[in-house]
């Protein structure tokens, strides 16, 4: 015959269901934990600057809109970026106005007499073959910069070796940067999707999207940066960038303001040619 188990008194039974409904709810609310880690991440420079301990920005070909000195502002924004996130001592000179510099460059070399005449006039004193007007022509650059095109004739100006080596030699052979940054206004007329009130017969309120044609005012950033070594005058690395900002056609919006906001997207690119920088960011980790 076999015995029965004597029975559990009907407190202790309670007590346990109690238990296992507290630790139950207390695993459905805790769940899963997480938390965040900040991480860096480096990113090595595009070129080696380890020779040199100082560093020019000397100025820069620039156009696009009269509203900005766009050479004085980026020469001082970027010294001043230089100046707390790179190591290299920067050069406090004056910003050299590169476009009168090119336009002195490209003028044609002054002759004497004996070789003007020998230019002009061809055996018995009759005219001969001298340079034609278009000789002094191929050798002009557009005094006005309004978009990319008249940017171009000026990029002999850092090839110029000798000219950026006397620089350097001036100025203790730094790291030279220079280069080009148009700076102009820019409209767009796309189609914009919105967000329309509407209220039913009942007065119900809602949204629907609608698309309109709408115009749309803003600005376009190009910057080349070029990278000169200063023992030689030659050009280490360049770069271009391409940013644009546009707003509803009734904002107004300070030229200035725009150029900066744009900068900003680029002022990282610009330091880690030169220095290794890192990118903050979180890690979420699961426990």
Known sequence: MTARAPAMPRANSLKLVSVAAVLAAAAVACGPSYFEIPIETPIQPKMDVSAFQRVLVAGFVAGGTDDVDTNLETVRLLRSQLRS??????????????????????????TNDASEAAQTSGPGGTAGSGPGPGATDAMALPKTIKEEKDLEPYERLFANTAYWKTIGEEYQNP???????????????AIVQREQEVFDSFGRRSTVPTRTFMERK????????????????????????????????????????????????????????LSSQKIRGTRVLLN
Request: glycine letters at 4%; zero cysteines; charged letters at 20%.
């Open 218 to 273: 803003g600005f376009l950033l190009q910057p080349k940066f070029v990278f000169i070594d200063g023992r030689t005058g030659t050009t280490m690395y360049s770069e271009r960038y391409r940013e644009e900002i546009l707003y509803n056609a009734q904002q107004n919006t300070p030229a200035l303001s725009s150029y900066f906001e744009l900068m900003d997207r680029l002022v990282p690119n610009f330091l880690s040619a």
């Open 175 to 189: 790291l030279i940067v220079t280069g080009t940054v148009l700076f102009a206004p820019k409209t767009s007329n």
């Open 85 to 110: 996130k790179s190591a290299l001592k920067v050069i406090d000179a004056d910003v050299m106005p590169l476009i009168e510099i090119a336009q002195d460059q490209s003028k044609p070399p002054a």
